[in-house]
């Protein structure tokens, strides 16, 4: 029987550590007291006075918040319709909303007595906020990242050795995102008694979906107030970029039973059928790093090699909320190509003086062409979820024509 939205009550989600049907715990037996651990310790400290306060201040006084909402009345201009707002998350320390869940999770690490924190990466970002959270608060930290990622986000390999991270390149599998999750699922595995694995997306098994959308849910809380003080009420629309999902839930979540809000979900395009990263629109059920969700697989159950221009997006799963609300329509996700992705990054850059991430530019496309078709006191939020100077390189070779390392996904395989 399809489940309904009106069956759920999506504030208090997951139950039992599912989305409906999706979600759960399918990881080896060494790592589930771990995590029937880390989910007792994250209950007890998710309403800790003194937790919260003391990962307020970090938020505050370190990590910038809050993030500015910005009215992009050029942009509204260009598109021809409803009012566009920017959720500014790459005004955040680190240049993207991977800040938000990385400090919630390595104040735990740390109140768990853990003296190690691992954390995969694909466009870096992820990598970049943990290694500031490791120097922060003196926890040693390592990163695994893809090779393929390694050449194309050079710039945050180099943040993160800076900062004191010891960064280890995987050379197997496709070299990509899903690759560094397996290589980190590994290590935490041999390592669980000294090692907190800092999950960078709303994946994985529970509780890190529900984990990461939490600490997530800081995007959502800031933007209802803020709409709300600029334009009276809820916006009609929210929009943003999905590979693993957390940026997209959240802004979502806040207004999971405002049912006059749309959300639409931008996923990885690439160059079209069979060599994008779009999980949800082109994916089906199956299993991938620890829990049920939709996700790019052949007909026997392999793992497909996926594409994207944006090495965060550039993932054949994606987080099991997020299949739910397919499921039940609470969100519609569309796909957006490469060059519909780069020529919104440059369309931001020039019309607003604003450089986007290659993954936030899929929203800001996607928004784009939402807003177009709204009426004028109609209002719409995309949440840019990070900066582009990681991204400049590897933009202009593009615009050049050129091609980038990994740009055709090669050698794939989980």
Same mark, same amino acid.
């Given at each position: 029987?399809?489940?309904?939205?009106?069956?759920?009550?999506?504030?208090?989600?997951?139950?039992?550590?599912?989305?409906?049907?999706?979600?759960?715990?399918?990881?080896?037996?060494?790592?589930?007291?771990?995590?029937?651990?880390?989910?007792? !310790?994250?209950?007890?400290?998710?309403?800790?006075?003194?937790?919260?306060?003391?990962?307020?201040?970090?938020?505050?006084?370190? $990590?910038? +918040?809050?993030?500015? !909402?910005?009215?992009?009345?050029?942009?509204?201009?260009?598109?021809?319709?409803?009012?566009?707002?920017?959720?500014?998350?790459?005004?955040?320390?680190?240049?993207?909303?991977?800040?938000?869940?990385?400090?919630?999770?390595?104040?735990?690490?740390?109140?768990?007595?853990?003296? +190690?924190?691992? &954390?995969?990466?694909?466009?870096?970002?992820?990598?970049?906020?943990?290694?500031?959270?490791?120097?922060?608060?003196?926890?040693?930290?390592?990163?695994?990242?893809?090779? !393929?990622?390694?050449?194309?986000?050079?710039?945050?390999?180099?943040?993160?050795?800076?900062?004191?991270?010891?960064?280890?390149?995987?050379?197997?599998?496709?070299?990509?995102?899903? *690759?560094?999750?397996?290589?980190?699922?590994? *290590?935490?595995?041999?390592?669980?008694?000294?090692?907190?694995?800092?999950?960078?997306?709303?994946?994985?098994?529970?509780?890190?979906?529900?984990?990461?959308?939490?600490?997530?849910?800081?995007?959502?809380?800031?933007?209802?107030?803020?709409?709300?003080?600029?334009?009276?009420? &809820?916006?009609?629309?929210?929009?943003?970029?999905?590979?693993?999902?957390?940026?997209?839930?959240?802004?979502?979540?806040?207004?999971?039973?405002?049912?006059?809000?749309?959300?639409?979900?931008?996923?990885?395009?690439?160059?079209?059928?069979?060599?994008?990263?779009?999980?949800?629109?082109?994916? &089906?059920?199956?299993?991938?790093?620890?829990?049920?969700?939709?996700?790019?697989?052949?007909? $026997?159950?392999?793992?497909?090699?996926?594409?994207?221009?944006?090495?965060?997006?550039?993932?054949?799963?994606?987080?099991?909320?997020?299949?739910?609300?397919?499921?039940?329509?609470?969100?519609?996700?569309?796909?957006?190509?490469?060059?519909?992705?780069?020529?919104?990054?440059?369309?931001?850059?020039?019309?607003?003086?604003? !450089?986007?991430?290659?993954?936030?530019?899929?929203?800001?496309?996607?928004?784009?062409?939402?807003?177009?078709?709204?009426?004028?006191?109609?209002?719409?939020?995309?949440?840019?979820?990070?900066?582009? *100077?990681?991204?400049?390189?590897?933009?202009?070779?593009?615009?050049?024509?050129?091609?980038?390392? $990994?740009?055709? $996904?090669? *050698?794939?395989?989980?």
């Amino acid at each position: 029987m399809k489940m309904k939205l009106s069956d759920l009550d999506l504030s208090s989600l997951p139950k039992k550590g599912k989305f409906g049907r999706f979600g759960g715990r399918f990881v080896p037996e060494i790592l589930l007291p771990a995590l029937v651990e880390l989910e007792e !310790i994250y209950q007890s400290l998710r309403e800790n006075e003194d937790f919260n306060r003391i990962l307020q201040r970090y938020l505050k006084d370190y $990590g910038g +918040r809050p993030s500015p !909402i910005y009215y992009a009345e050029r942009l509204t201009e260009l598109a021809g319709g409803g009012k566009i707002y920017l959720k500014r998350e790459d005004l955040i320390h680190g240049g993207a909303h991977k800040f938000n869940n990385v400090m919630g999770q390595a104040l735990l690490a740390e109140k768990w007595g853990k003296e +190690r924190i691992i &954390c995969e990466t694909g466009a870096g970002q992820h990598g970049v906020a943990t290694a500031l959270a490791g120097a922060v608060l003196g926890l040693e930290t390592e990163v695994y990242m893809g090779a !393929i990622d390694v050449e194309r986000q050079e710039p945050n390999v180099f943040r993160m050795e800076l900062l004191g991270a010891e960064v280890h390149v995987v050379e197997r599998g496709g070299k990509v995102l899903k *690759d560094a999750i397996n290589e980190a699922l590994a *290590d935490w595995a041999e390592n669980v008694q000294n090692t907190h694995y800092l999950i960078g997306s709303a994946v994985g098994p529970h509780p890190y979906p529900m984990m990461v959308r939490d600490f997530q849910r800081v995007i959502g809380d800031e933007m209802k107030r803020q709409i709300l003080e600029k334009e009276g009420g &809820c916006p009609d629309v929210i929009v943003a970029c999905v590979g693993g999902g957390s940026n997209a839930l959240g802004a979502f979540y806040p207004f999971a039973e405002e049912e006059g809000v749309r959300f639409v979900g931008a996923e990885a395009g690439g160059k079209g059928e069979g060599k994008n990263a779009a999980s949800l629109t082109d994916g &089906c059920e199956g299993v991938l790093h620890g829990a049920k969700s939709f996700l790019l697989q052949d007909e $026997g159950g392999q793992v497909q090699n996926t594409h994207s221009v944006a090495a965060g997006l550039d993932y054949p799963g994606v987080g099991p909320e997020h299949a739910l609300y397919k499921q039940v329509g609470r969100a519609d996700y569309v796909q957006v190509k490469d060059e519909e992705a780069l020529e919104a990054f440059r369309t931001l850059s020039q019309v607003e003086g604003i !450089i986007p991430a290659l993954e936030s530019a899929h929203a800001v496309h996607a928004g784009m062409e939402i807003a177009g078709d709204m009426d004028e006191d109609e209002v719409l939020v995309i949440n840019l979820s990070g900066r582009g *100077d990681k991204d400049l390189a590897n933009v202009r070779k593009l615009l050049k024509g050129d091609p980038i390392e $990994g740009s055709e $996904g090669e *050698d794939g395989k989980n």
